[in-house]
């Protein structure tokens, strides 16, 4: 009685989420992906009939491959580099004395609660034509003319690893403060030094953090458009700011939702490798 | 005898490991330097101090709409994301049934879908409920994507909780809704004003979803500096992002107080 009772009761709350969420998060995607099927005439107006041409389209074209590619590349090395700053980054805010590492929290967590249009307007003010960087440059007469850092790839991957920084340092530095002490002290006990410490102990241990940062900073890097639209310009082949233009310019919904459910798989399937590999990783490392 | 080499290896890391907080924390100063500064691209170092960009934000009567929307918007999503959330965090720690597992992914899922297949999406359903343009569309949107954030904070809270109390509560003859009013409500706390935090700095400075979403009556704040950045370049918008780190500011404070920073991932 009590137990149905109670069960009854968690239902009712859930319910309210369920039915929200079901309507505005999982209704528009099937729309969308029903609209990804449908024929379009000239004028990009839906008309009746379904299709595979817009997957086809995307799928074949040699300009969106290279979109696609591109989009992938740009999120794997944002990834990447994100990692490998990620872990001095963790260490010093793990192994530091307490009082600062309030301070590195602060400097971690102020960047998640700040708009993604400012972080990128900061990098806009540095890297331009007339910004800060050439700004010192030239008054150090380092440089003679102004570089061109903006509106290129480049640009995006500094500002992407910028903006999501965090979303790898956290999870890493929460692995690393799971860490028992007594686990590197017995390894160096045992005549191991730091760095074999480091290789055989600590990084293997870290490897779940790493893994579910990775997951964050690929599917961000991956589905984002504010920031390469701003500091990379509207040309850059990535495939959100191609969507982007099929909604807002070309007006062809259809294809722009095929793209979108490409990116989504891509995405999705990238996350599940990771996520595998992250299963196994915890199973060979905890037994 | 090791010793050299670690402390090599040390302060090579402690390099290494502050130049990343440094390239961190560079856009923020940059931001606070060019905002004080008098001229349309700041200098360094700096030549002057002007407040003038803070006077032509709040002189301008599209700023200040934007500032209104934006607040609006925030106010009604906030409590309604953090009801839900809580309430749904709630019950998946107590429930256990067979699809849990997924009920919960799709329910964290707004982290992970990209942000622009979000929008497209509720682009495509708002022009078909007549909502596109709405300030109600701009809060469904911004419900679902500030969510995962309340979920992830107040799950927290739960795990921390001890479940025995509030067996004890039902125990002694009270219903689940007293329990969970006058037991657990008050054990979690931490967690959902946290979470309220975090909807809060969210909805205030969303872009991905809202740039699809609004028309020029509903623009937010970050779909107006979007706009000005993109194609005006306004230097008042300086003034705009000196006032975003202050909200993040106050949000990290309360953060801190609440859950405590390192909680938040």
Known sequence: MKATRQKKFYGVLLAPTLIFLGIFLLLPLIQLLILSFQQVDNFFEVIDGYTFSHYIEVLTTPVYLKTIWQTLFVAVITTVICLVLAYPAAYLLVRSPKRWRAFFYILLVSPLLTSVVIRTFAWIILLAQNGLVNDVLMKTSIIDEPLDMLWNMNAVIIAYVQVMLPFAVLPIATAMSDIKGNLRSASMILGSNRISTFFRVTLPLTIPGMISGAMIVFSLAAGSYITPLLVGGRMQPLLPLSIYQQIMQVYNLPLAAAMAFTLMVLVFLVIAVLGYILKKWEVRVNG | ?265
């Not at chain 2, 929307?69 to 709630?90: E, F, N, R």
């Not at chain 2, 054990?187 to 809202?210: M, N, Q, R, W, Y």
């Open chain 2, 1 to 265: 005898m090791g010793n050299k080499g670690t402390r090599w290896l040390d302060s090579l890391i402690w390099i290494a490991g502050i130049a990343v907080y440094l390239f961190l924390t560079i856009p923020v100063l940059v931001i606070i330097l060019s905002a004080f500064s008098p001229t349309d691209y700041p200098q360094f170092p700096p030549t002057d101090f002007s407040v003038r960009w803070f006077t032509e934000v709040f002189q301008s009567e599209q700023w200040m709409q934007s500032l209104w929307s934006s607040t609006l918007v925030m106010i009604i999503v906030t409590p309604l994301t953090v009801l839900l959330g809580t309430m749904s965090s709630y019950a998946l720690a107590r429930l256990s049934f067979p699809g849990k597992g997924l009920i919960q992914s799709f329910i964290m899922s707004p982290l992970m879908i990209p942000q622009v297949v979000l929008g497209v999406a509720l682009l495509y359903l708002f022009s078909s409920l007549g909502l596109f343009g709405s300030t109600l569309g701009l809060i469904i949107g911004h419900i679902v994507i500030c969510f995962p954030y309340v979920v992830r904070t107040v799950s927290v809270s739960i795990t921390n909780l001890d479940s025995r109390l509030e067996l004890a509560s039902m125990n002694l003859g009270s219903t689940p809704w007293q329990t969970f009013y006058r037991v657990t409500l008050p054990l979690i706390k931490p967690g959902i004003i946290a979470g309220a935090v975090f909807a809060a700095v969210t909805s205030f400075g969303e872009i991905s979803v809202s740039l699809f979403v609004s028309t020029p009556e509903t623009i937010t704040i970050p779909v107006r500096t979007f706009g000005y950045i993109d194609q005006t370049f306004d230097p008042s918008v300086n003034a705009i992002a000196v006032i975003f780190i202050a909200l993040s500011v106050i949000a990290l404070v309360i953060i801190e107080k609440t859950i405590g920073l390192s909680k938040v991932m």
